[in-house]
């Protein structure tokens, strides 16, 4: 197994991201990224785009979509499913997170403690406490790591593993743009080749670590 | 050029948290259709806005943690967001998450505008879906639909 650090929260133009599917690619490559999930708002149309952008500069592109309800938000990472996100409710939200994992994607509780309503709609995860049996990876950490907010998730995330919950940590930078800050990457642990697939069964599985940096120190493993 | 769709209306804080779906009809032989939609206002001056956002920090932040008057007035002022999805048989054709209150989408089956997906234009029942993620006071929009 070889860890490689990923960024798994990432927009683009196609939602309300500065960068374009080509600008994002080249900033992965500039952080020094193997890969990173591509995860615009409620919209998959800049997929096929940046993953040939990811060929052409070597880094591996995650097909995805962050399902932002006005109840939370979930990283939908695998590009196999195709659940409306506005049929994504409160009551169902459980149900449409195991349609989208037996289609064979990854569902990601996005920054679940992020100021929600009405700074920012669904920001805050408002699902019921079922969803944490149903989802592959929590966000113990997000955006700017020195947010206070990531206190409260990486808690939150440490309280749920040591309930017995099977959930990967993942850091969520939410990469809408650059500017400066303190931004953490999730390394994760491959068996055989780095692919699509093959990642996806990493965070499954739970091989995943939060570090400072590509190759850095471990601050959640 | 023909208007396959054209209207007015008002979305207030009733209307928060659902989706408005204002159906229309493509017929035969549209090969493009261009979508004007607008609403306002976008930016909230209430009073109240302030205790708002705060309300909301305290709900995020760690009990001990103190809560900066600045940190909160960067937030202001707060923002009516109310996003345009277009959708068929239950099929999401595409969603312009944008935080612009004055948008023109172009969808076609080579090309189409950020969000949506290129295609063929079959004729039958399209929804214009409204998504009324934040609404803090009536907003009134208007929703063009032209090929």
Redesign the interface.
């Known amino acids: 197994m070889k860890y490689y650090p990923f960024e798994l929260h990432c927009h683009t133009c196609h939602s309300d991201g500065s960068f374009t599917p080509e600008e994002l690619v080249k900033a992965a490559k500039e952080r020094g990224l193997a890969g990173i999930a591509l995860t615009d708002h409620n919209t998959a149309s800049g997929v096929e785009e940046t993953v040939e952008y990811g060929k052409k500069y070597g880094i591996l592109v995650i097909p995805g979509i962050e399902w932002t309800t006005f109840f939370g938000h979930i990283t939908v990472l695998g590009g196999h499913s195709a659940v409306n996100w506005t049929t994504v409710t409160a009551e169902n939200v459980i149900e449409k997170i195991k349609q989208a994992r037996s289609a064979g994607d990854v569902a990601v509780l996005a920054h679940p403690y992020r100021v929600g309503y009405p700074v920012c709609t669904g920001g805050m995860n408002e699902f019921p406490k079922e969803i944490f049996s149903v989802l592959d990876a929590y966000e113990a950490i997000s955006e700017d790591v020195n947010k206070p907010t990531n206190r409260r998730q990486t808690q939150e995330y440490l309280e749920l593993k040591r309930k017995g919950y099977r959930l990967a940590a993942v850091y969520g930078r939410d990469w809408h743009r650059n500017f400066e800050g303190d931004f953490a990457v999730t390394e994760i642990g491959v068996s055989g080749a780095l692919n699509i697939e093959n990642v996806l069964n990493a965070i499954r599985g739970g091989f995943t670590r939060i570090t400072n940096a590509p190759g850095g120190k471990p601050v959640i493993e | 050029m023909k208007t396959l769709l054209k209207t007015e209306g008002r979305i207030g804080k009733e209307d928060l948290?659902t989706?408005i779906r204002i159906p229309f009809e493509i017929p035969e032989g549209i090969d493009e259709i261009t979508v004007h939609y607008s609403y306002a206002p976008k930016k909230?001056f209430g009073e109240d806005a302030f205790s708002?956002?705060y309300a909301?920090?305290k709900?995020?932040?760690?009990s001990d943690?103190p809560i900066q008057k600045a940190v909160v007035e960067r937030?202001l002022p707060?923002?009516n967001?109310i996003?345009f999805?277009l959708?068929k048989d239950?099929?999401?054709l595409?969603?312009?998450?944008?935080?612009s209150p004055d948008n023109v989408f172009k969808i076609a089956e080579k090309e189409?505008s950020?969000?949506?997906?290129p295609q063929k234009l079959t004729p039958g029942t399209y929804f214009a879906?409204l998504?009324v993620?934040?609404v803090?006071e009536t907003v009134e929009y208007s929703l063009e639909v032209i090929s």
């Open positions: 948290h989706h909230y708002l956002a909301a920090f709900r995020s932040y760690p943690e937030e707060l923002n967001h996003t999805s959708e239950g099929v999401l595409g969603t312009a998450h944008r935080h189409a950020y969000g949506f997906y879906v998504s993620h934040a803090l």
